[in-house]
């Protein structure tokens, strides 16, 4: 069983800075895209960044020069590195992993549960 479990989450005031984790465990071979999205009640999800297996990178204009995405293989872990936070950045966060199960030459999607981001004074 495969989990993706998110950290770093809370409340931060405009302008400041957060660090969400995303660290996936269980039984796989590797994984391969990762991306974070968003969303807030009401509104359609959003994309906010990601990374293909070779390292190059999207981000959603909203957050372009303020968010950055990375990873580190070795410990199995997604990162987003928030700054110069928005109150239009609040949203609950969720990362995203294609990851290549042992049997499967079909990478398959997995979710963590989300982490709440609150920008507020």
């Known amino acids: 069983q495969v989990r993706l479990v998110e950290s770093g989450g809370g409340l931060v005031q405009p302008g400041g800075s957060l660090r969400l984790s995303c660290t996936a465990s269980g039984n796989f071979v590797s994984i391969n895209a990762v991306g974070w999205y968003r969303q807030v009640p009401g509104k359609q999800r959003e994309l906010v960044a990601n990374?293909?297996?070779?390292?190059?990178?999207y981000y959603g204009d909203s957050v372009k020069g303020r968010f950055t995405i990375s990873r580190d293989n070795a410990q199995n872990t997604i990162f987003l590195q928030m700054s110069s936070l928005k109150p239009e950045d609040t949203a609950v966060y969720s990362c995203n992993a294609y990851i290549y199960l042992y049997g499967s030459a079909v990478r398959k999607p997995f979710w963590g549960q989300g982490t709440q981001v609150t920008v507020s004074s």
């Open positions: 990374m293909n297996s070779g390292g190059s990178t």
